[in-house]
């Protein structure tokens, strides 16, 4: 009689669970540095290099094993956004909202393949994320800005970034800042400038391209009209 494989005998591939728990560990480790509004794509990626189940075994363990990647996902991502954000844009530790309601009904939802279950959660578990903090997109966005201010600023590159519309994130980043993009990037390049002229003695045209400024009119244009002065005048009144 030909030896079965441990495999074969139990319906499920080693090589198969120690791939799949692979990849599960790997999206939880990253899951505080990915924003909820992502998820859905997040999940698109993760289930593309999960190797389909081939018997029920391995589709019940499968499943097991996305639902509690999905509640461990859900609540580290919501309390890493809640910590990143602490006190912008009225942001309130008591949001309301409950990862895990994203997944009701999903243990008893046998029709669906366990893929198409988590995807379907990530989808309401973004929607759901969203609809509890509408400013979200916003946030991540004054992040990008504090972060890139030097770089040409585009509303439809910055929305595809943080996962929404470009009329929603123009709407709610005017609620969260009271400005918009443009002014912000424009504020956040101002204050360096200012800053770099009073800490350093940088030349004026190296002051106008480590803030971003195309040349070193820009610089003297935008100081002027915004301090009433020039560049060298306001360094010369800030420097002791």
Known sequence: MP??????QSGMRSHWLMETVRECQGLLSSSPFLGPNHLPKTASAFLARLEAPQTP???????GLLLEVALQFGHAAHTAFHREHRGRGGLSDACG???AAAMEGWPHDLARSPAEAFRQWARRYAE?????HP???ALEAE?????????PVSADAL???VACTTAFLRRTFKQLTSKSLLEYQSGMRLREAMRLLRATDLKMEAVAYEVGYRSKKDLYRVIQASLGCTPLEYRRGHTS
């Open 3 to 8: 030896k079965t494989s441990p495999g074969a």
């Open 57 to 63: 075994v391995e589709k019940l363990l499968q499943r």
């Open 97 to 99: 909202f409950v990862p």
């Open 128 to 132: 759901a994320f969203r609809a509890a």
């Open 135 to 137: 400013l979200s997109c």
């Open 143 to 151: 992040d990008h800005l504090r972060k890139d201010f030097r770089e």
């Open 159 to 161: 929305a595809r970034r």
